[in-house]
Each structure stands twice: as structure tokens, then as C-alpha cells.
């Protein structure tokens, strides 16, 4: 009896209701296919091991502060042998750079780890070449990924060559390969493409994988190692021991120093629920769309009815509408996927075609179902005998069309509270970091010595071009941690241990930090090789110098060290001790300077002692003119060339380490923004296709109105007023709901945007005018048709 | 009270060109109960639309209490109606999401009358109309005389100088067409001027006087023997 042009008639006699109904489905489609596979990717990290499920990874927390991923110093090998439960551990770490030097070309490299010989035995990494039985077996051998190996040599069957590395945290070493993995695929945790067999850890930092006997109850076994851990380190009384299992470390770890910068199991949360409230206002427009067809239609079933039609041949009537608009939904939901997924850099390469036509199945039964529901409530309605039970439905059914308007409003007024929520924090994170706003900085991470010692060479070249603006260097760079600790005894005072922060000369001027009493540091009187020679004499032979070098405290440093104010602390001699960099014992604070953010805002301040040397200039800071980003750009690379001639440069801009470091946030801003701008877009095309219906039905009483007095103004204000009165109620639901949620997030942070009230009003008034514009032409002109065309329309 | 001359009124699409009133001139004076009468599509209901002020005539003049209206802008003849001209339908024309008290309110409200005088105005009027045991039901609750009389309730409640009924027994029977007659005499008893457009010469004859229409045009106009 149906065929598919008597499919497409009822679809074009109300056209208008059903495509806002297919563009909600097939955003809502493509929205449900990127983020299953999203979803699914996230979850997927580090699962593929074999023994997944029984790898864990060790952290020591001090005193509940934060965990450090590594350990230092900890006899791991006791534990193991202690406990039965830990048949093996894996040690690895990491060195952010080394020089790589091949066939006498060299290159660096960043993503260098030792690790032990038990690696294959562990983690199940496939070997294209070589035998993970034995590949580790002779040591200063070395595993390679087959992107490098075909960069180095040109193919994969390269067992037996030599490479040699250097490195400023390891002796050079000249290396043999003895084998070649697949190189590693995207959801794991640490990336690498170069990994040498290391025998002893007794002097870095490593990260301790335990493979144990079953998984996963481990708070006991936590409690076991602590028990040990205190019992061989009885120095340090608040040691706990943290167990994160391996395949969790990707969305739940937030030690310090992660391998890699990881997800975040919130933004999971958060994509699932941008999807299920998107997923509420498209399946509620579907509803209400439902409902106004269905009334549309009603007088088409009465006569069907009328010629002896069932209701299930009306049921079945508007179904098999649903049923073809939900197919074209899905096609079409299809396609946009490939754009939105090419928006958020996803690819489809984790959903399979079984779980697609799965997800299809199960979007057709909920549209199904959804639109069946009006039909079903309202088909009463077709028994056209009776004028009263008719009027009580479709009563009804716009009193339920209120309800679903409000749900929509609230949903779409708190998503917008949500997104200008995180963007005032994205902001803020911007704000606060040292160079956040500025886009004109690049920065070179962890360089070896020989460019260490090119350092100042470089710096002076480089300033000889106007395009660059100032260069400074320091320890560590901005959005890492700043972690060595120095040991400060004020007179008269017990010795406290602060984070250091080494920096180069023109820092302060560099970030714009400004001096708040004191003054800055002078130049530097001393070369590198001067400074190097004083602390080689301080460890070779303990010899201190009498040096008393200036120091500059931040606020939180003043306040730790005892000092009221800073002009008390101004002038003071303070005396210093680092295994490593002190070559003197005494140090003067020249300067105080606020608090500013270097590591990451998920930090409190931390309290720093500054000191300005030509030493551990690990990494450089360049500032070239904004304007002459092109030139800047080949000046660095041929006067590079031209100081260090044997090193490939490597540099990244400054921003784009704070892409990385707030990487989640970044992409939660973005993905909230775009919900919230489908959701609005959807929300309003519901809510215009409402208001035609609206205005249709009550055309007549509006020229009655009219008739009686009326003026067209009244008319708008009356419609606009009705509509906007539900719209104040959704406000009412959607700020508190929004502002709980927003300060939960905030509770990641130590530097927290402030709920400002504007951003409660900004969305409430941005819908409300965006909905009053949308409907008032419609209103308008509903109030312009002269009453008497309307008042005889029977 | 109503002066009109040549009006005439032309309604025009694309193609077609139909002439509903040509050159039509009466007048009507204070306290009159007119009738027009004629066939259907002879421009009964497009007369006694322009008379009401709710449409414009294609030229001619119309002059109400002797200001020409005949042209006014939409916002201005909104205006001039309010609290003017009742209007009373053969189809009720009541709110059906409104109660008896709300539709025959509805007047007061857009002359911005105060609450407390608007329900002591619409008590009196209901009361008059023997329907305030109804005033908190809805019109579909109601029986077709009963919702003509809320009709007319609503026409005369903010005391309008002109009533203009359309057919107002239309959709009635007998019994109740009488009370709808013996009723729109009371109010022009009262003093109210009243133009009653109908198709029964029942109807026309509680009339004072009756104008025939035909084509747009008066063929005859006869007084009442009353």
C-alpha cells in the first residue's frame, strides 16, 4: 500500500518540521559516531599487553603531598624479594634529550629510556627483528623503532649496526642494535623510539613497573610496600606508597613528571555528557515535532479511520516517516562525522563496522520508539467522534511541550555557563603563566653540554639582530615542575628545603616579572668555565668558595623562610646547600619578586629561591619581534648553524608547550563549545518550528484579540512574554546546577578562575534575545494579518 | 454619527480585480438600529468591516462622529476602535483557552482599565446578560445562545458608542435568535447605535430601518413601520 513517493509527500507536506528534525538527528549521529570512537580510543590505553592487567606502577608520596612518577635512590629489588606477590619489576626512564650520532651525522633526540633487561618480558612490544628472549641479554644493547631505523638506514634489517649516544645525564656510549620494534601505536602511555638496556638505576630517576601475581585489589598490597618501603628507609616517616595500574595510568595518573602528558578521565565524563544532553534536546524536538505533525495530521487519520483504517495503520503511517528520516539522519550523520572527527583531529580507526551498525541499530530503535510515543499518547484523538476528548489532548500536549522547552533552555543556558566557565579558566591558565598571552617566544628544552656551552655565544649573536627582541635561558622550562630542592638556613633558623630555580641573565625583564623590593641581578661576573672550575673544586676537593652570590626569594619563599616583609629579608645572608650546584655557602637575598606561575596552575605557588647563574642553562628563551616572525626565524636558524654546527636545532614555540601541558583543557573548551553551539542551533530551530505551530493555532484568537483592542504590539509582547516567561524558569534551573558543576571542575586547579556573575547573565541574556529575535518575526507578522481574514477562518 | 460618500472597495490580485463596494453613501445617526441585508458576496461583510475600522476602504470618504477615518494608518484606526466599536460575530469569536470572565474582559484590559474596576464592570454586564452563574466556564461548556450572549457581553462592556453585529443569529435557533434580538433592542433602547448585518428579515425587522445591498451597491433603503 506504501512506496516511497507516497513517503516523500508526507514528508514534504511538512517539510519544515522534519528537516529540523533530520538535521538534529544526523549532527546528534555524527556527534555519537566521533565520540564512540573517541571514547573508545581513550579507554583502549594500554590495554593491548598481554599482562596489562597485572602491571602496576609504583609512586612514593611524601607527607600526602603529590607523587613524583619516579623513584630515586629506593632499593626496588628488596621490595620485590620481600613480597611475594611482585614476581618482577620493570625499571625505565627517560631522558628528555640526547644527541644521537649515526654514520657521523648527528641528531637529537627526545624521547631516549633506559630501561632494564626485562622490558620483553614484560610488555609484549612486537620485535620485527631480533628475539625478545634475547635481545636484552648483552648489555649496551639497544631496540629501535622501525620509523627510526628506516630513517637511519634506510630499512629494518639492521641487527648488529652501531650507533653512538651522548647525553648530559649519561656517559656516552656506543651502542649495537639488537633489534627492531613496531613502532608503538597511539594509545599507550610513553612513546619512544629508541630504548637502551641499562644495568644500573642506582643514580637516576626511574619509573618502577611491577608485574604481579593477580590483579587488581591493590590497596593491600600498597600498604605491604609501605610496610617495606618504611622499614629500609626509616628517614623518611611520611613515605606512602601509591600503585596506579598500568592501563589506568592514561586517564587516571596525575603524578608529577608522567611520561607523557596524559587524558583525563573527566573529559570523558564531559564528552559523555555533552552528547546525552545534545542527545535530550534532539530526541525532545523529535518528540515535539512528533506531536505537531501528528495534529497536523490529524484530519488525514480521521478520514483514514473514517474508511475503516486501525490505529495500527496509524501508528504504522507515521513510523514508517520516522523510520526513512532517521536512515537519511544517519546517512547524512555519516558524512558530517568525517568533518567533525577532521575538527577534533580524531580518527575512526577504533570503531569497528559491526559496532557502527550496532550504534545505527540502536539510533533507529530510540527514534523509533521517541516518535511513536506522541502518536501513541494522542491517537485518541483520530476517534473523530468525540470534540471533547480532543480538546483534552491537544490541551495536554502543550502543557508537556512547556515542560520539554524548559528542559531544552536549561540544558542549553548551562552548557553556555559551562563553556564561558572553562574559557574564563583556559584565560586565566593563559594569564598566569609566564608568556602565556604572548606568541612570539620559543624556547629550547634540555639541550646537551657542548650547546650549553655555546650558550652565550649564541645569546650575543642572536642580539645582534634587531628582530630578536632578548634571549634568556634557565633550569628548567615554563609548564615543567621545578623539583631540586635547596636546603636554606636563615640565622638562627632551622635549615628548610626549597624548590631552586636556576635561571640565566635578562630572565625577569624576559617574562615581564617585576621586582617588588630589592633590586634584579646584576650581570654575571663569572664565565661558565669559571663557575665550573669553582664547583669541581667543591667536589672534588670540598673546597668552598667565599663567594656571596645574590639570591631572589619569591613571596611564597619570604613567607616560608620566616620574613615578615620583603624589605626584612632584603640584604640578609642566607645560608645554601645543593649537592650539586653550590660551589658557595652563602648566599644574600638582592630581590623579592610576587609569585609567578612557571610550572602549572595545577599547583599552588610554589616557594622558590632564584639564583642566576651561566651554569644549568639547560634550556633557552627567545623573543623575537611579533611582527617579524619570517626573519626571526631564519636568523635563529643560520646563526645556530653557524654557533653549532655539529646540532641539528630544535626548538618549539612557547605556546605550544602550553598546548601541550593543557592539552585536556584545551580540547574540553572546544569540545563544550561545540555542543554548545549545536546545542543552541537545534534548541532554536525547535523553537521556531514550535512558534509557527504556536501562532497557527492561535491565529484566530489573535485577531479576536485584535478585534477587541488589541494592538500589534500587545500581540508580540503577549507571545514573546509567554514564551519568555519559560525561559526565565529554565535560568532559575540551569545557573545553580551550572555554577555546582563549573567550581567542581575548578577544584583541579590551584589557580581558579572566578565565577564571575556576568557569565550567569551573558547566557541567560544571549538565549533569551537569541530565541526573542527568532521568534519575534514570527510573532510580528502574526500580529500584522488583519483580524479580518483570521476571526472568519473557521 | 456616520457620514459615508462613494466609498468603494476594490480587492485586487495579480489577475483578478473584484469590486466589493461601488460607490456606497448613507448615513447613520446616533441611536440608529440599521439593518443591511442582501444576497451573499454583495459586500455586506466588507461594509460593515470598514464601518467597524478594520479595513480600509479603496477610496471614498467615512466620516465617524464627523473625523474622516476613511484612511486612517493601522496603529490609528487600533485606536479609534478601542472602547468605540463592539463587534459581535455569527461565529461567537470567543477565547476558547479563556473563561466567560476572561473573554468579556478582554476589552477593559487593552484600555488599560484597573482590575478591581474591570471585574465590577464585567459582573454588571454578565448579570445583564442573565449568564453570571457561567462566568468560570470556558466557552465550549457553553450552548450557542449562551456563548452569543458572552459575545455580546463583550461588545458592550466597555460602553461603544456603535455595535456592529455580523449575523449574530446566524448559528442560533429560533428561541435563542429571539433572545439575541430582544436583547440587541434593549441596548439600542439604552442608546446604543447598532448595524446589523443578516440575512433574515425576521432579523431586519426589529430594525429601524434596512438597507438592501446588491453587487456592491444600495439598490433600496426602507424604514421600519414600527
Redesign the interface.
Known sequence: MYNIPFVVRRFLKTKNLRIVNLLGLALMFACILVSYTYVKRELSFDKFYSKADRIVRMAVSYDGQQADGRMYGTNVNQIVQSISEIEAVLKLSKINTAILTSKGTKQVITDLYFSSDNLFEILDIPLLNGDSQTVFKSPGSVVISEKLAYQLFGKADIIGEKIELSGRRFQNMTCSIAGVFKDMPGNTHFHTDIIVREADFDNSFFYAYLLVTKGPNYSELEKKISDVFLKENPQRPGAEINLMPMADIHLHSHVLREMEPNGNIYYIYLIIGANMLLFIIVMFNLWLNASVIFSYNKRYYQLLRFNGASSYVVAKDEIQVVFWLTVAGILAGKLISVFVADYFSISFNFISIGEEIILCLFFLFITVLVSLFPVLSNISSTFFFNDRIDLKTIRFSFSNVKYMLVIQYSIVIFIIIVTLGINSQITLIRNTQVGGMESNIVVFDEQPPEIISNYSSLKDELLKHPEIESVTGAMQLPGSAVRDMIGATVEGKEQIHLPVLVVGEDFFPFYGIKIEAGKMFAPLKMSLKEEEELLFRRIDENIFSNLKEDIILNRKALQVLGFTSPEEAIGKEIKIEHSALDYTQSAVVSGVVDDFTYTSVYEDAVPMIILQRNMFMNCFMIRFVPEHETQAMQTLNSVWGKINPDYPINYKFLSDTYNVVYKNELNAGKVIKFFSVLCLIITILGLIVFMAFMIKTRTKEIGIRKVNGATNREIVTMLNVSLLRWILLSVCIAIPVAWFIIEKWLENFAYKADLNWWMFVTASVFVSLISLVAVSFQSWKAAKINPVNSVKSE | MIQIKDLKKVFRTEEVETVALNGISMHVTQGEFIAIMGPSGCGKSTLL?IL?L??NPTSGHYLLDGKEVGNLK??ER??S???NIG?V?Q?F?????MTVFENVE??LT??KVKAAERKKRVEETLHKMSISHRASHFP?QLSGGQQQRVAIA?AVI?NPKLILADEPTGNLDSKNGKDVMDLLTELNQEGATIVMVTHSQHDASFAHRTINLFDGQIITEVESKM
Do not use: V
Not at chain 2, 93 to 97: Q, R, S, V
Open positions: 468591516n467597524g478594520l479595513d493601522e496603529k487600533t485606536q476602535r478601542k472602547g463587534f460575530f461565529s469569536n470567543l477565547i476558547e483557552e478582554l476589552p487593552y484600555l465550549n463583550r466597555a
